[in-house]
């Protein structure tokens, strides 16, 4: 018997031992497992840090955990976190799911998660991230193991529930809840409890709700076919204020809601209905003395959709309320209140507000009046009246205000008011009953965190025809503020489709915006793309003249000074009659129109406009930025990002730009924003003594990877100040830090930009015209060779008249096509290509006279040019005696900083020696063309047509025929032995060609330089 009990005692080990190891063994698999199946079935991405197994935490339960459990949507919720929980447990009871039916799930909890949950205003939800499966056949889904979901929790949550399609915002803090039920039935219980330490509530721009405490337990009987939710038991807590909840709630399909919910206050005092009441609910509320009644309850009844609203009826009545806090030394007494607001049908336009009277006295001042509205749609029409006296002072001594530091002033208002808005449409003011005034006198508020405000005088007037505000002094902070206006249709205010109109002058001699501006504590949050981050709702019906004008703005790091601003503004049509600023030096100036702008703002569609922008004066240094360091790599987005929802046109005239050191003069020219490009047509300018011109586009719609492609002229151009100025320039011809003179050009380029808005030059493609004008090379130490070389000294200094060259920028590689220039009796032959890198292959054929090294001998010094190509074309089998012409091809290669100079004495002039050194050529680029298809293509094809067509212009007259026929025999011959090694290659070749030459003639005609002086 003991060796059967050991032998079961040792099993039991190994098998507990196995449930502990299992975990382990397997963890990797299991987290793989888990990320693949969760993304191959949602659209949102789900992560989490560790996983963890375990069959004793909830013996005899299966405990799963996941660490770091998060939930991020894609598409117009890209980024943002649908669940962020500090750790996700479920408890499986291990028994059913080895040998049960079902996997009975005994717990699922979410501990301190925090989601977000935003419905956009087409429905589209966050939480809907399962991905659409097609109908599996019913064999199949009969084979799935069902699940059944006993409890649920959540522990320390947070929830921000954000439904822009009512709209409507909800915050939860500090959330515990949990419910059970058995959620597999189609008809069953399901039993709550929910504890909320801070509620706040927000719908169509009321604050109902602030920071409230909450406690809801709950029984709803669920009827999951019909997706339809009843009341069963209801114990709800708001503050100290119990309210009874009975009724039913259901989601027939995807687009309404219908409900039949009513509401009431069981207790009726007042004191715990003071307590809802933002910032009444303090920690010393219990000590509150309080007296009155209170009836408060109401109904939601019907359909609710985008376009129907359901039935709804508010009441409130308070009698002769008053309250005292036990550490102030007034309070508040007489309130009464008499209110009902009554929706009996499913348009909002039966809706009527009737408060036949409302009265309070806070200390020795009383207020009382009343107030009625109906038919808000179409007429609204109003019948209300107050009068009465506010002292802030004593106000600040009744109700508790948490951080309020200092409150003052009088409010004075008596305003009668009876009126309809289509009596005012059509002028029939002597229908309209509206008169009155409202004053505030002295008014001080100081609270933590913001700066204090000082309202001197604020003097407004109500008339039949407008409300008139003559007069409003203040000091906000820093900052002063005078201004004066009218509004002439104030009761479009209540009408959801009457526009507000009026006019307004603004002055201020200093403002400080930075003290307005706060630090936003959810920047780093991304929101709906398509959507703003708020939902409270902005009036958006007003059309109004202003005349502004500030003497000194502070915004973040700038002061801005003498600003002017004049139009007519509506929400989404803003014409700017005349606008202008003084920056520092700089002035700006302009006018224009904007168009779609509150839609831009708040629903993120495309702002379009037109502004014509003017300046003396414009220095943009104070507007760049310090580069990030080159060893730290900048993300994508440092680059400039062109806005993909804006459709601008801007039209430019610069006098002076500052930029950097220097200065652009006459900038003039059309910027044009669209879909993420920013294009520039016909910009000109005056800069470093000549002229630049630019026309292209700047392109963003990749932002990793940004383009641009322009055409660019310079004119009159320093070579020196160029290579000074432009580090592209510096960086794609570094020869013209050697260089004298100007030059003009025209080109085309284009290719990537870099994360620092320099191009990308290994992606660059650029090709274009180089002219010379009166330019020199000088200290060029290649050109000290062959002057010693020659023994001509003047070849030191090579001259450059009015050349006029084709050059071309790919793959890093930047290629001068051979030109022809002339140096006194020597002709010279130019061509040839450098790396970015400064590595150089270049070509210099010169063609010298030999009376040029004979007239000059006066000696053996002076005859030793002469004497040194004798010797060396020995060396090469030439016979210099033979020609008029000695011909020497040096070759440049190495760096600017270390150049190496090599040589080839030529064959005199001649046909058979031209027709060798064609044919040798032509012999070298054959064999290379087998060895490097790519190079001999792109490169040698064309160096062997220039080199025989250079041959050919240097020939003498008397056999230039002859050459020309040598010449296209090699190129013939080139071109046959290539041909055979690299098959279409060639015929690719010769398109390219072809497209060179279209490229070439565009940029003939292309010439806004040409254009703009006429």
Same mark, same amino acid.
Request: no cysteine; proline share 4%; glycine share 6%.
């Given at each position: 018997m003991k060796k059967v009990l050991a032998g079961i005692a040792v099993i039991l080990v190994l098998f507990v031992g196995a449930l502990v190891a299992l975990p382990y063994f397997f963890k990797d698999e299991i987290i793989a497992q888990i990320k693949t199946a969760a993304n191959e079935n949602l659209t949102a991405k789900l992560d989490f840090r560790d996983v963890s197994l375990s069959v004793f935490r909830h013996f005899p339960k299966l405990a799963v955990g996941l660490d770091g459990l998060t939930i991020t949507g894609t598409g117009p919720f890209e980024g943002i976190k649908l669940i962020d929980c500090e750790r996700l447990d479920v408890a499986v009871d291990l028994w059913s799911a080895i040998f049960g039916s079902e996997i009975v799930v005994k717990g699922f909890y979410l501990n301190s998660p925090k989601i977000n949950v935003y419905v956009l205003p087409d429905g589209t939800a966050n939480y809907d991230i399962a991905k659409p499966s097609a109908e599996e056949p019913e064999t199949a889904a009969a084979s799935s193991t069902p699940i059944r979901l006993e409890r649920y929790a959540i522990r320390n949550g947070e929830v921000h529930y954000d439904d822009r399609s009512l709209p409507m915002r909800a915050d939860l803090w500090d959330l515990n809840h949990e419910g059970s039920g058995e959620f597999t039935a189609d008809i069953y219980d399901l039993v709550t409890r929910t504890d909320i330490e801070q509620l706040s509530v927000r719908y169509d721009g009321v604050q109902y709700l602030s920071k409230a405490k909450a406690s809801w337990k709950a029984t709803l009987n669920a009827n999951m076919p019909e997706m339809k939710f009843t009341l069963k038991e209801s114990d709800l807590q708001l503050n100290a204020l119990k309210l009874a909840l009975d009724g039913w709630f259901q989601m027939p399909n995807d687009t309404d809601y219908l409900m039949d919910l009513r509401f009431s206050t069981p207790q009726n005092e007042f004191k715990n209905f003071l307590s809802l009441l933002p910032g009444a609910y303090t920690q010393d509320f219990d000590g509150v003395q309080a007296n009155g009644k209170v009836q408060f309850g109401g109904f939601a009844r019907g359909r609710y959709n985008e376009t129907t609203y359901p039935a709804f009826k508010i009441d409130l009545k308070v009698d002769n309320g008053s309250f005292k806090y036990p550490s102030l030394p007034l309070g508040v007494s007489g309130i009464f209140v008499d209110m009902s607001i009554n929706s009996p049908s499913d348009h909002l336009n039966a809706m009527t507000v009737n408060i036949p009277r409302f009265a309070l006295r806070v200390g020795t001042n009383p207020i009382e009046g009343r107030f009625f509205l109906k038919t808000p749609e179409t007429n609204p029409t109003v019948d209300t009246k107050i009068t009465g006296r506010l002292n802030l002072a004593e106000l600040s001594k009744a109700f508790p205000m948490e951080g309020v530091q200092e409150l003052a002033g009088l409010i004075e208002a008596d305003i009668a008011a009876k009126a309809s808005m289509q009596q005012i449409d059509a002028g029939k003011y002597d229908e309209v009953n509206m008169d009155g005034h409202f004053r505030i006198q002295n008014m001080t508020y100081r609270a933590d965190g913001t700066p204090p405000v000082r309202i001197n005088t604020?003097?407004?007037?109500?008339?039949?025809?407008?409300?008139?505000?003559?007069?409003?002094?203040? *000091?906000?902070?820093?900052?002063? %503020?005078?201004?004066?206006?009218?509004?002439?249709?104030?009761?479009?205010?209540?009408? =959801?489709?009457?526009?507000?109109?009026?006019?307004?002058?603004? *002055?201020?001699?200093?403002?400080?915006?930075?003290?307005?501006?706060? #630090?936003?504590?959810?920047?780093?949050?991304?929101?709906?793309?398509?959507?703003?981050?708020?939902?409270?709702?902005?009036?958006?019906?007003?059309?109004?003249? !202003?005349?502004?004008?500030?003497? @000194?703005?502070?915004?973040?790091?700038?002061?801005?000074?003498?600003?002017?601003?004049?139009?007519?503004?509506?929400?989404?049509?803003? &014409?700017?009659?005349?606008?202008?600023? *003084?920056? /520092?030096?700089?002035?700006?100036?302009?006018?224009?129109?904007? %168009?779609?702008?509150?839609?831009?703002?708040?629903?993120?569609?495309?702002?379009?406009?037109?502004?014509?922008?003017?300046?003396?004066?414009?220095? %943009?240094?104070?507007?760049?930025?310090?580069?990030?360091?080159?060893?730290?790599?900048?993300?994508?987005?440092?680059?400039?990002?062109? +806005? #993909?929802?804006?459709?601008?046109?801007?039209?430019?005239?610069?006098?002076?730009?500052?930029?950097?050191? $220097?200065?652009?003069?006459?900038?003039?020219?059309?910027?044009?924003?669209?879909?993420?490009?920013?294009? !520039?047509?016909? %910009? &000109?300018?005056?800069?470093?003594?000549?002229?630049?011109?630019?026309?292209?586009?700047?392109?963003?719609?990749? =932002?990793?990877?940004?383009?641009?492609?322009?055409?660019?002229?310079?004119?009159?151009?320093?070579?020196?100040?160029?290579?000074?100025?432009?580090?592209?320039?510096?960086?794609?011809?570094?020869?013209?830090?050697?260089?004298?003179? @100007?030059?003009?050009? &025209?080109?085309?380029?284009?290719?990537?930009?870099?994360?620092?808005?320099? +191009?990308?030059?290994?992606?660059?493609?650029?090709?274009?015209?180089?002219?010379?004008?009166?330019?020199?090379?000088?200290?060029?130490?290649? !050109?000290?060779?062959?002057?010693?070389?020659?023994?001509?000294?003047?070849?030191?200094?090579?001259?450059?008249?009015?050349?006029?060259?084709?050059?071309?920028?790919?793959? /890093?590689?930047?290629?001068? @096509? +051979?030109? &022809?220039?002339?140096?006194?009796?020597?002709?010279?032959?130019? /061509?040839?290509? $450098?790396?970015?890198?400064?590595e150089m292959s270049y070509q210099i054929l010169t063609k010298t006279p030999r009376k040029a090294l004979e007239k000059t001998a006066a000696g053996s010094a002076a005859n030793s040019g002469l004497r040194w190509i004798s010797g060396e074309a020995a060396k090469f089998g030439v016979n210099v005696a033979q020609g008029e012409y000695i011909n020497v091809r040096f070759d440049i290669t190495g760096t600017l900083a270390n150049p190496k100079v090599a040589f080839k004495i030529l064959p005199s002039d001649g046909e058979r020696t031209i027709q060798e050194e064609a044919s040798s050529v032509a012999q070298n680029l054959a064999q290379q063309a087998r060895d490097t298809l790519q190079t001999v293509v792109t490169q040698k094809v064309e160096e062997v047509k220039k080199q025989a067509e250079a041959a050919a212009e240097k020939a003498i007259d008397s056999a230039k025929q002859v050459v020309t026929q040598k010449v296209e025999e090699a190129k013939e011959k080139a071109v046959q032995e290539i041909g055979k090694a690299v098959g279409e290659e060639a015929g690719k070749k010769a398109e390219e060609i072809l497209r060179t030459d279209e490229a070439k003639k565009k940029l003939e005609e292309w010439n806004p330089l040409k254009k703009r002086k006429n």
């Open positions: 604020l003097t407004t007037s109500f008339s039949p025809r407008y409300v008139d505000v003559p007069l409003f002094d203040a *000091r906000l902070g820093k900052s002063d %503020l005078r201004a004066s206006g009218r509004i002439d249709n104030v009761l479009a205010y209540f009408a =959801p489709k009457k526009t507000m109109t009026g006019s307004f002058n603004l *002055r201020s001699a200093y403002f400080d915006a930075n003290e307005w501006l706060t #630090e936003d504590e959810t920047a780093a949050e991304p929101t709906p793309s398509a959507n703003p981050e708020t939902t409270e709702k902005v009036f958006d019906r007003w059309d109004f003249t !202003l005349d502004g004008a500030i003497g @000194k703005l502070i915004y973040d790091e700038y002061t801005l000074t003498d600003l002017v601003l004049k139009g007519n503004f509506t929400p989404n049509k803003m &014409t700017f009659d005349n606008f202008g600023l *003084r920056i /520092g030096d700089s002035d700006l100036r302009g006018s224009g129109r904007l %168009l779609n702008v509150w839609n831009y703002l708040f629903d993120n569609q495309t702002v379009y406009g037109a502004l014509s922008l003017k300046s003396d004066y414009f220095d %943009l240094n104070p507007f760049m930025t310090d580069e990030a360091p080159a060893a730290e790599e900048a993300p994508a987005e440092s680059v400039l990002l062109v +806005p #993909e929802n804006v459709d601008m046109t801007l039209d430019a005239d610069f006098k002076r730009i500052r930029y950097t050191e $220097h200065e652009l003069r006459n900038l003039r020219g059309q910027i044009v924003v669209k879909d993420g490009i920013a294009a !520039l047509r016909d %910009l &000109t300018a005056d800069v470093l003594g000549g002229q630049i011109a630019l026309a292209g586009s700047y392109n963003t719609q990749q =932002p990793a990877k940004p383009t641009f492609d322009v055409n660019l002229a310079l004119q009159n151009m320093g070579f020196r100040d160029a290579y000074q100025s432009f580090v592209t320039f510096k960086t794609l011809a570094p020869i013209a830090q050697y260089m004298e003179g @100007k030059f003009n050009t &025209t080109l085309t380029m284009s290719g990537l930009l870099g994360k620092d808005m320099m +191009p990308d030059f290994g992606t660059l493609n650029a090709a274009g015209f180089i002219e010379t004008l009166n330019a020199a090379v000088n200290n060029f130490k290649p !050109l000290a060779d062959i002057s010693q070389r020659l023994n001509l000294a003047y070849l030191s200094r090579l001259e450059l008249q009015n050349t006029r060259n084709w050059f071309e920028i790919q793959n /890093g590689r930047i290629t001068l @096509k +051979p030109f &022809t220039t002339q140096m006194r009796d020597v002709t010279m032959q130019i /061509g040839g290509s $450098h790396g970015l890198n400064s």
